[in-house]
């Protein structure tokens, strides 16, 4: 056979041996193994393409590599095949017996199966023929339902144009039937109208059956806006489009007419029919504008005329009274019905355009200086009274939903627009800042007279400081929505404050020029900015946080929190300025006590090339070394208005500058003296060798150097006891140890006592 023929030959002893399986080398891994990407299922995948497979392997396998691995695979499979023959050998040879006149049975199969293709096709084509019959009845159906729709909703229109004609001309005639007087259920059972005799029990009169009528008619007008809103495009409707907008300006005519009646009447259930024939049209701004031309503007024209010539003043909170009460008096009236709940009348906004919109349309054209900022303290009066108003007009709200809604009109929006707050703080900023600028560029400080103050501050920039900063909240000047910017301000002006003292109090120390209050500033008057700084920082951190808390208490717990740590922060950096301004003292009684301190060279010309005695008691200028400090601690202002624990700073750190620069000066003059010394015994030996004379030099005189150090000795025993006055121990000064051990004789080394 044809298999036969392909097959190798196939010995006794290849049938005997077991399949093949592939053998391992030395490491354990299979001799005919292949690459991790030669995937073997690959090829056994539906979509496999033989050219995409070694396009994407190109990239990264060379060519040969890969037809090697192929042929390897090829072979494998070859092996395999001839392996599985192998196997199963006998059932290989038996099938070539069992394919007997194989072509006879195909012929005789063919015929059936080409039968019932033909009848499969026709039943298809009768199917294909069904359905296209059956989708076109449907589609027919369909434009047929879509005709008979049509065509009702144009018979359902025109039975309620037809209607609605009837209804106008049946209200037209409501007044020549109802001319005797009310109805009464014994005289007539039913109107012409269709309106039950129930609502024409005694009571019930002409107004109210008019607005029972507009709201029918209301009613099937709604109807007609939605018939014609589905079919505008059709010719028929296009027709009756005048007999519509006919009917509609007849009906808005008449409800008109009969809202205003009802409202000047106060008919309640006639007021009633009407805002439901007017919200089941949607037309509610008719309404609210009907109410608001016919009661709420004479009522507002009778408080702020429009044509008054600009001969009234601006201030709105009077008119803003009267107005509340001319409302509480004839406009509760509309509000009540109109929110009366499960009513439908909530689409009505009277309180918003009706009553808030003529206001500020009267507040425009009568008052129109109101809305300026450009006079705060009247701006921010009106604007507040106007707060007050709109929270008096959200009182006639019945629920939060529509206050929030009363709050979206664009008349209450547009209302708070007119009140520029951007502009009113900038007016603010600038008069606050401003006075606190002008305080500060003057070329000296202005201490307050006693008599003219009963407050702590003792200078007038301070004074200013603590001004402004309790004017950021004052009731006639905060606006409570923008608090943040006064806060803003209220550090703004502690920092401006704060920057300037720092500057001068730089430009001291440098003698730079700009900052002429702090050049020509005595010690005294920085003991005025010592007192101002602790009373700033203390009111500050103290009754302003409460005040500003009490301002802000309905914020949240974090806000409060913030703003606390800002204004404390503010407070913190004036108590920080406290130890420059304390410096600032020092270093000019420091310089003072130099002038003093300059006489020291007076005790080397007093002992150089003299023979004058040792001394025996102290020179006359220790006494002044401490006499500015003691001047300045002994002066009405020290003792006023410093504190001991303020003064001790300033006594430890005068001492402390001031003996170091004693002990500075002290230490040149002791080593130029023993320098020169030193150079005139040179001289002098090498003089008296020349001249053959002994050079026993007398040791029994004192040196000029240790008469000079004798001197210096006594004098800073007596400054030791100065500072002992004042309470400084001089032991602790570390410059007066180094003096001491420089001056003091060999016995007096050891201890310093005076």
Excluded at 545 to 562: A, E, K, M, R, Y
Aim: charged content about 25%.
């Amino acid at each position: 056979m044809g298999i036969q023929q392909e097959q190798p030959s196939v010995t006794s002893q290849q049938l005997s041996n077991p399949p093949r399986t592939a053998t391992a080398d030395l490491f354990g891994d299979p001799i005919d193994s292949h690459p991790l990407w030669f995937k073997q299922s690959s090829f056994l995948s539906p979509d496999f393409d033989s050219e995409s497979y070694i396009s994407d392997l190109r990239t990264f396998v060379p060519f040969e590599t890969l037809r090697s691995e192929l042929q390897s695979h090829l072979s494998s499979l070859k092996h395999e095949l001839v392996e599985l023959i192998n196997r199963d050998y006998a059932d290989f040879v038996n099938l070539s017996t069992k394919l007997v006149d194989v072509d006879a049975a195909v012929l005789r199969m063919r015929a059936p199966l080409i039968e019932i293709r033909e009848k499969i096709l026709g039943f298809r084509g009768a199917v294909e023929g069904s359905l296209v019959s059956l989708q076109g009845g449907l589609r027919q159906r369909a434009e047929a339902s879509a005709a008979r729709e049509i065509l009702e909703l144009l018979i359902d229109t025109s039975h309620v144009v037809s209607k609605v004609e009837k209804l106008i001309k049946e209200l037209h005639n409501v007044p020549a039937d109802l001319s005797n007087g009310d109805l009464h259920t014994a005289e007539k059972g039913h109107l012409s109208n269709g309106v039950s005799t129930q609502h024409t029990e005694i009571g019930i009169n002409l107004r109210e059956t008019q607005s029972m009528l507009l709201e029918r008619i209301a009613s099937e007008m709604n109807r007609l806006k939605f018939y014609f809103a589905h079919a505008k495009n059709l010719p028929f409707i296009e027709n009756m489009e005048k007999r519509i907008q006919n009917a509609s300006s007849l009906l808005d005519t008449s409800l008109g007419q009969c809202f205003v009646d009802g409202l000047i009447h106060k008919d309640a259930n006639a007021v009633f029919n009407c805002l439901r024939a007017y919200a089941a049209v949607d037309n509610t701004r008719n309404a609210e504008e009907i109410f608001r031309s016919t009661v709420v503007a004479p009522l507002v024209q009778k408080v702020i005329p429009v044509n008054s010539g600009g001969n009234i003043g601006d201030e709105l909170e009077e008119d803003y009274k009267q107005i509340k009460i001319l409302i509480s008096q004839d406009c509760t009236f509309l509000l009540g019905i109109s929110s009366t709940e499960n009513s439908g009348l909530h689409v009505f906004s009277f309180l918003g355009n009706s009553i808030l919109k003529e206001v500020v349309w009267a507040i425009q054209q009568g008052k129109p200086g109101a809305f300026s900022p450009g006079r705060p303290t009247e701006f921010l009066k009106n604007y507040k009274s106007s707060l007050v108003f709109l929270a008096d007009l959200e009182g006639y709200c019945p629920s939060r939903s529509a206050v929030a809604n009363f709050r979206a009109e664009a008349v209450y929006v547009d209302f708070i627009k007119q009140w520029n707050i951007g502009v009113y703080f900038s007016l603010r900023f600038q008069e606050i800042a401003g006075s606190l600028d002008s305080a500060l560029v003057g070329s000296s400080l202005i201490p307050i007279p006693k008599s003219d103050s009963d407050h702590q501050m003792t200078l007038k920039q301070s004074l200013t400081l603590l001004e402004c900063l309790k004017s950021c909240w004052r009731e006639d000047v905060l606006v409570f929505s923008i608090s943040d910017k006064f806060l803003r301000l209220t550090l703004q002006l502690i920092s401006r404050y704060a920057n300037w003292l720092s500057a001068g109090l730089s430009a001291r120390k440098t003698r730079n020029s700009g900052f002429e209050w702090a050049l020509a500033a005595a010690p005294d008057d920085f003991v005025y900015i010592i007192h101002d700084l602790d009373v700033l920082a203390s009111e500050v951190c103290g009754n302003y946080i409460g005040h500003v808390f009490n301002i802000l208490n309905s914020c949240s717990p974090q806000v409060l929190d913030n703003v606390k740590n800002s204004i404390l922060q503010g407070g913190k950096s004036l108590k920080d300025l406290i130890p420059s301004v304390i410096d600032s003292i020092i270093e000019t009684l420091v310089e003072k006590s130099n002038e003093e301190l300059k006489q020291l060279h007076g005790i080397v010309a007093a002992y150089r090339m003299t023979k004058k005695p040792p001394p025996v008691r102290h020179s006359h200028y220790v006494s002044g070394v401490l006499r500015p400090l003691k001047a300045f601690l002994d002066g009405e202002r020290a003792n006023t208005y410093l504190t001991e624990d303020t003064k001790d700073k300033l006594i430890q750190g005068a001492a402390v500058k001031i003996t170091n620069r004693y002990n500075d000066l002290a230490a040149d003059i002791v080593n130029t003296a023993r320098k020169t010394e030193t150079s005139l015994q040179r001289i002098r030996l090498g003089a008296q060798r020349r001249a053959g004379a002994s050079s026993d030099v007398s040791d029994h005189n004192v040196s000029e150097t240790d008469r000079i150090c004798m001197q210096l000795f006594l004098d800073i025993q007596e400054y030791g006891r100065n500072l002992g006055s004042l309470g400084v121990e001089a032991a602790k000064i570390p410059a007066y140890g180094s003096l001491w051990q420089l001056v003091a004789p060999q016995d007096r080394q050891a201890e310093i006592r005076f």
